[in-house]
């Protein structure tokens, strides 16, 4: 399997606060995601990366921004977080090149509490 | 756009029963479709997929799917449930949007239970 992991695994942060998760891949992917999950929704999207500095929202992309300057890097930062944004983010990363699908794989996850 | 209907949000089984998790999903191209598990307070798992080979696929554990396009279906089906099985599962379906890009639309899941 692909390396993929996220920093920190878990986080408590104060309401007001910016916040920087970290994704990092140890294989050359091309598309990297960030997702959410919470109970009911399943997993939604943020943002999304196409290659180097490449990047687009997904449906829940209000309240976040990201920067992928390297390859492997893929960074989610909450600009000002607020409880709403309490949840557990994934990373992921899409296997094959082009129209081939070998599947996508998911870091372990970072749990975030904004109190 | 893309989209992916998991038609229960729970199913409950009984160990050794078979298992029937329902998935329809919504494309405008040839998808991918994939199903993941997920067990409690871990991170997701792909169980197997779909990418237009072979209709029937058989994935980890058991399990396996059949790819319908006349139904829009992707139903994950194992003969024989164990307690193990106990989990969240979801169906995902990925396509190349309309901008060039391969986005994975997930399902909202479905809890599975197994009784003893």
């Known amino acids: 399997d692909a390396g993929i992991t996220q920093s920190p695994r878990h986080k408590v942060t104060e309401t007001g606060t910016p916040v920087t998760l970290r994704c990092h891949q140890t294989?050359?992917?091309?598309?990297m995601y960030w997702y959410r999950q919470d109970p009911g929704h399943g997993l939604r999207l943020i943002h999304y990366?196409?290659?180097?500095?490449?990047?687009d929202k997904g449906e829940v992309s209000d309240g976040y921004s990201v920067s992928r300057s390297k390859t492997e890097d893929f960074l989610l930062t909450l600009e000002s977080a607020t409880s709403s944004q309490t949840s557990v983010y994934f990373c992921?990363?899409?296997?094959?090149?082009?129209?081939?699908?070998?599947?996508?794989?998911f870091g372990s996850g970072t749990r975030l509490t904004v109190v | 756009a893309q989209s992916v209907t998991q038609l229960d949000s729970h199913v409950s089984v009984s160990e050794g029963t078979p298992v029937l998790l329902r998935c329809n999903y919504s494309?405008?191209?040839?998808?991918?479709l994939f199903w993941y598990v997920q067990h409690p307070n871990k991170g997701l798992q792909l169980l197997l997929k779909?990418?237009?080979?072979?209709?029937l696929v058989k994935g980890i554990n058991g399990f396996e799917a059949e790819f319908k396009k006349s139904e829009t279906s992707f139903h994950l089906t194992k003969p024989s449930a164990h307690m193990s099985d106990a989990a969240e599962y979801f169906c995902?379906?990925?396509?190349?949007?309309?901008?060039?890009?391969?986005?994975?639309?997930f399902g909202r899941g479905t809890s599975l239970i197994v009784h003893p």
């Open positions: 995902v379906v990925s396509d190349r949007g309309t901008g060039g890009s391969y986005i994975p639309t």
């Open positions: 494309s405008s191209y040839s998808p991918s």
């Open positions: 294989e050359n992917h091309r598309y």
């Open positions: 992921a990363i899409r296997g094959g090149q082009g129209a081939q699908n070998y599947g996508y794989t």
């Open positions: 990366s196409y290659g180097v500095k490449d990047t």
């Open positions: 779909y990418t237009s080979a072979a209709t």
